[in-house]
């Protein structure tokens, strides 16, 4: 196999295109868990539906009054171009449920088995 060959294996690859995963939790007010989570199902068809989002699962913690969110985008640009336009639509829906501002944690994916 030549020079040519394995490169383009490499390139075309499960390991050719390396996406983004974001992390972002957000902790309910006291007694305001599942009013978070019905309005979190309302607009996350919205989040799946962006451009570059590739997958969203939301977790939730109830001892902790915690939801998390694992999102898979192409890549950071796309979900900070999805943040931008979250902020102006919908987030008013979810800021008044949310104990402080919610963190987001970015990992660049490093290998797919």
């Known amino acids: 196999m030549g ?39 309302q607009i996350c068809p919205e989040t799946r539906a962006f451009a570059g989002c590739l997958s ?16 898979e985008w192409e890549t950071k640009g796309h979900q900070e171009a999805y943040g931008d336009w979250r902020m102006a639509n919908g987030f008013d829906l979810v800021d008044p449920l949310i104990n402080g501002e919610p963190t987001i944690t970015y990992f660049d994916v490093h290998t797919t088995y």
């Open 3 to 41: 020079l040519i060959s394995i490169v383009e294996r490499e390139t075309q690859g499960k390991d050719a295109f390396m996406s983004v995963v974001v992390v972002v939790s957000f902790f309910a007010k006291d007694g305001g868990l599942d009013e978070l989570i019905s309005v979190m199902h």
């Open 56 to 71: 969203l699962k939301m977790c939730v913690e109830r001892e902790l009054n915690k939801i998390q969110f694992f999102q």
